[in-house]
Every structure is written in structure tokens, then in C-alpha cells.
């Protein structure tokens, strides 16, 4: 069965640094989808950046972007300049062609001023 | 509206009593799920839907949960008997269609408590 393991419960950042957040996976798929999602206090899921694992290239929007490592099974987040509006929880999802998305616990970010 | 709608946004209820939940995907989305977050976990799972079959509902905990969307649009999620360990956050996402990685917008969920 696939796992997600996101291992930083909590994570501080000072406002326009630049922190990464750590996801590792585990699947015998060789063909599938990561995801990573923010949740503010607000509790809506919103989706900050996806990998196709067949694109060896890594993802990037404006500021996040990932370190994908297929063989390590590794899927790191990057958020450079941080600001006080990406304080919230971070979830790696795993998904693999069928329907279910398999979320990671969680690391909660916060950004300090 | 433009994005998922959830409601209620809050709901207490007393042990024993049945609960609905109810979901409004994105107008033209064929895809609709249903999960469960505990507090300070990730979401689970619960079921999903393809416009109004329920194609797969290993993640409902037991019988007493139960999972609609007959007319492939709004979905009820109901829940029988509450008990104190169905106290979380009921999230609701659809998407586009199936596959192919399709991102899952999500709405702001239900947050229940059982008392």
C-alpha cells in the first residue's frame, strides 16, 4: 500500500527566507502524481504545486518549487521569500492514476515577522 | 458560486442523532469525494463518486455512514447513531474528471462535533 510520511510536524520560518518542507513516499507504482496542498485556518485545501513523476524536470510556481527525487522516493517543497501569508499547514499527497488521493500529517508553517 | 460549497460550515450534535452534511461541487465536475480529517491529520479518504455512482466507498467506517449524489451534482454525506469518534472535519472536493492527476479543489468543509 502507498504511504506518505511527512516527518516535520512544525516548522518556523523568519518573513523573506527561504525553508523547505520534507515529504518521502512509498509506492511500487512507476507512474503517478504528487501534489502539495496548503491549508489555512480557514481549512480550505488549496493546491500550491503538482510533479507528474514521469517529468524529471521539477515543478515551480513563482515561488515554490520542488526537489523531486524519483528513486529516493522524496518530494521536498521550497518556499523562497517567505511571507506572513504562507503561514498555514502544508500536505504531501500522493496519487496514482486511480482516484484516491493519499495525504501526508502535515507540517504546520509558521512565518515569523 | 466559483469554488466548492460546504454546509453546514458547523455542526453539534448529541450523541446518538443523525447528521447530514452537504456538498456542492464545481458546476461540470464529474468527480466528487468525500474525507475525513481528524485533528491535526491529514485527510482520509471516505468515498467517491463519478457523476452520481459511487464507485468506491472502502474509506466509510462503518455502515452507519452513508454516501449520496443522485443526480451526479450535490452530495449528502449522512451519518447515523453519531458517536464520539466521528467528531472531524468533513472535506468535500471534486474534480474535472478522473485521472490524469486532476487536481481536486476542495471545499472549506464540515467541522463536526458529537457531544
Known amino acids: 500500500a502507498q504511504t506518505v510520511t511527512q516527518s516535520q510536524p512544525e516548522m518556523s520560518v523568519q518573513e523573506a527566507e527561504t525553508v523547505t518542507l520534507s515529504c518521502t513516499y512509498d509506492t511500487s507504482e512507476s507512474d503517478y502524481y504528487l501534489f502539495w496542498y496548503k491549508q489555512p485556518p480557514s481549512r480550505q485545501m488549496i493546491l500550491v504545486i503538482r510533479q507528474e513523476a514521469y517529468k524529471q524536470q521539477n515543478a515551480t510556481e513563482n515561488r515554490f518549487s520542488v526537489n523531486f527525487q524519483k528513486a529516493a522516493k522524496s518530494f521536498s517543497l521550497k518556499i523562497s521569500d517567505s511571507q506572513l501569508g504562507d503561514a498555514a499547514m502544508y500536505f504531501c499527497?500522493?496519487?496514482?492514476?486511480?482516484?484516491?488521493?493519499?495525504f501526508g500529517t502535515g507540517t504546520r508553517l509558521k512565518v515569523l515577522a | 458560486g466559483a469554488g466548492v460549497s460546504q454546509s453546514p460550515r458547523y455542526k453539534v450534535a448529541k450523541r446518538g442523532q443523525d447528521v447530514a452534511l452537504r456538498c456542492d461541487p464545481i458546476?461540470?465536475?464529474?468527480?466528487l469525494f468525500w474525507y475525513q480529517q481528524a485533528l491535526g491529520q491529514g485527510p482520509e479518504f471516505l468515498t467517491y463518486f463519478q457523476n452520481e455512482a459511487q464507485l468506491d466507498k472502502s474509506g466509510l467506517p462503518s455502515d452507519r455512514f452513508f454516501a449520496e449524489r443522485p443526480e451526479g451534482s450535490v452530495s449528502t454525506l449522512k451519518i447515523q447513531r453519531t458517536q464520539q469518534e466521528d467528531s472531524a472535519v468533513y472535506l468535500c472536493?471534486?474534480?474535472?474528471?478522473?485521472?490524469?492527476?486532476?487536481?481536486?479543489?476542495f471545499g472549506d468543509g464540515t467541522r463536526l462535533s458529537i457531544l
Open positions: 499527497a500522493y496519487f496514482s492514476g486511480t482516484y484516491k488521493y493519499i
Open positions: 458546476s461540470g465536475h464529474v468527480s
Open positions: 472536493a471534486s474534480s474535472l474528471a478522473q485521472g490524469a492527476g486532476q487536481p481536486q479543489h
